[in-house]
C-alpha cells in the first residue's frame, strides 16, 4: 500500500518531534555538565575561538593552520572527555541522542528509507497498533504452563524453546516456523511471542489471518484502480523482515488464493525472509489443500512444531 501524503507527513512529524526531543535532552546534559563540571564551557568556548583564528590564518594562506587546527581540537576533544571521565560521567554524555542510530532519527540512509521507517509506515498502513495492543497480553513475560501437564507439557516447552530460538537468533540465522496442531493450544499465542521479540528489536513484522490476507489480495487483484495498491501490498509481503500467517486453511481456497499463496511463500523463501504459519489442520490435511508445489516448499523449509493438548481459551474462560 502506498503512503498517502498525510500518512507520510505524519510519520515524518514523529520523526521531527524525536529530532526536537533528542536535541533539548543534549542541551539539558549540556547545561548540567556546565554548572557541575569547572572548566569544561571555558574548554567548550575555546574550541570556538580556536577554529576562528585558525580559520584566519588558512585565509591568509597558512599551509600549516588545518593541520594544527586539528591537533589542537584533538588535545581539547582528550580534555572534555577526560572531565566527563574523572566527573563519573561516561565519556559520551554528551554525544548526539538518537532513537534510531542507524539513520541518526532523519528516516532515510543514503536515500533509502531506514529500518525504522520501514516499521511506522507498516504499523500505519496495517494498524500494527492493534497487534501492539495484543502483545502486551501475549508475550514471553505472560507466557504460562499452568494449562499443560505429562506428554503435552513436554510438548509445550519444546515449542517454547523453538519460538524463543528463533527470536533470539532473528537476526543472526535464516528460519521458518510451521506451528501446526489442534485447537487453542498456544500456536497464535507463541507466534504473537515472537513478534514482541522481533518488533523491540527494531523488525518489520507483518501479521495476517490467512482469511483476512487473502481476502485483501482477491480485493485488489482484479481492480484496476487499485494496481499501485496492490503492488505495493506484495512488495510489503515478500520484502518485510518477518511474516506471520494465522489460522491457515481458514482462506477461501480457490485457484487464485492458491496461486498467491504460492507466489508469497517462494519470493520470501528466495529473499530468504523468515515466515511464520500457524494451522488448525494436520499435515496431511495441509498435504490434501495445497497443491503439492506450495505444500513441498513448506516441506522443504519450515521447521515444523505441532501442539497438541487442552483448548486454552476454553480452559481460561472456564476458570475465570
Same mark, same amino acid.
Not at 482469511?211 to 482477491?218: E, P, R, V
Not at 494436520?282 to 508445489?293: A, G, I, M, P
Given at each position: 500500500?502506498?503512503?498517502?501524503? %498525510? =500518512?507520510?507527513? /505524519? ?26 563540571? @569547572? ?9 570556538? %575561538? ?11 594562506? @597558512?599551509?600549516? $593552520? ?10 581539547? %576533544? ?20 538518537? @532513537?534510531?542510530? @542507524? ?13 525504522? &521507517? ?9 494498524? =500494527? ?10 508475550? /514471553? ?5 499452568? #494449562? ?10 519444546? $515449542? ?5 530460538? /528463533? ?5 543472526? %540465522? ?36 490467512? $482469511?483476512?490476507? /487473502? ?18 501490498? !506484495? ?25 498467491? &499463496? ?32 506450495? #505444500? ?5 523449509? &519450515?521447521?515444523? !512444531?505441532k501442539l497438541t493438548g487442552p483448548d486454552i481459551r476454553m480452559a481460561k474462560r472456564f476458570a475465570q
Amino acid at each position: 500500500m502506498a503512503l498517502t501524503a %498525510s =500518512q507520510y507527513n /505524519f510519520i515524518m512529524r514523529q520523526y521531527e518531534e524525536r529530532q526536537t526531543r533528542n536535541r533539548h535532552l543534549r542541551e539539558e546534559r549540556l547545561r548540567h555538565i556546565y554548572n557541575t563540571i @569547572d572548566g569544561y564551557r571555558e574548554i567548550d568556548e575555546s574550541v570556538a %575561538s580556536i577554529s576562528v583564528a585558525q580559520g584566519r590564518k588558512m585565509l591568509a594562506g @597558512d599551509d600549516n $593552520a588545518l593541520v594544527q587546527l586539528r591537533q589542537k581540537l584533538r588535545v581539547l %576533544s582528550m580534555d572534555r572527555a577526560r572531565l566527563l571521565l574523572d566527573n563519573g560521567y561516561p565519556e559520551n554524555f554528551l554525544q548526539p541522542v538518537f @532513537d534510531c542510530p @542507524d539513520c541518526k532519527d532523519t528516516g532515510y540512509i543514503q536515500g533509502q528509507k531506514c529500518h525504522c &521507517f520501514k516499521q511506522a509506515e507498516i504499523a500505519l498502513l496495517y494498524e =500494527q497498533s492493534n497487534l501492539r495492543q495484543i502483545l502486551e497480553k501475549e508475550n /514471553f513475560d505472560t507466557l504460562s504452563y499452568s #494449562f499443560f501437564e505429562g506428554d503435552t507439557l513436554v510438548s509445550y516447552r519444546k $515449542a517454547v524453546e523453538k519460538s524463543k530460538n /528463533f527470536a533470539g537468533n532473528f537476526k543472526t %540465522s535464516y528460519q521458518n516456523l510451521f506451528f501446526y496442531g489442534t485447537v487453542g493450544t498456544g500456536k497464535t499465542f507463541l507466534s504473537n511471542c515472537i513478534a514482541r521479540e522481533c518488533i523491540e528489536m527494531g523488525c518489520s513484522v507483518l501479521y495476517f489471518s490467512a $482469511a483476512s490476507l /487473502f481476502t485483501l489480495l482477491s480485493r485488489n487483484a482484479y481492480s484496476f484502480k487499485n494496481q499501485d495498491e496492490m503492488a505495493s501490498l !506484495c512488495s510489503d509481503l515478500y520484502t518485510c523482515d518477518l511474516l506471520i500467517i494465522d489460522d491457515l486453511g481458514t482462506e477461501t481456497a480457490t485457484a487464485f488464493t492458491l496461486s498467491q &499463496f504460492f507466489i508469497c511463500l517462494n519470493e520470501r523463501l528466495l529473499r530468504k525472509k523468515p515466515i511464520i504459519i500457524s494451522t488448525n489442520l494436520s499435515l496431511e490435511d495441509c498435504k490434501n489443500r495445497y497443491q503439492d508445489r506450495i #505444500f513441498s516448499r513448506i516441506a522443504s523449509n &519450515f521447521e515444523f !512444531c505441532k501442539l497438541t493438548g487442552p483448548d486454552i481459551r476454553m480452559a481460561k474462560r472456564f476458570a475465570q
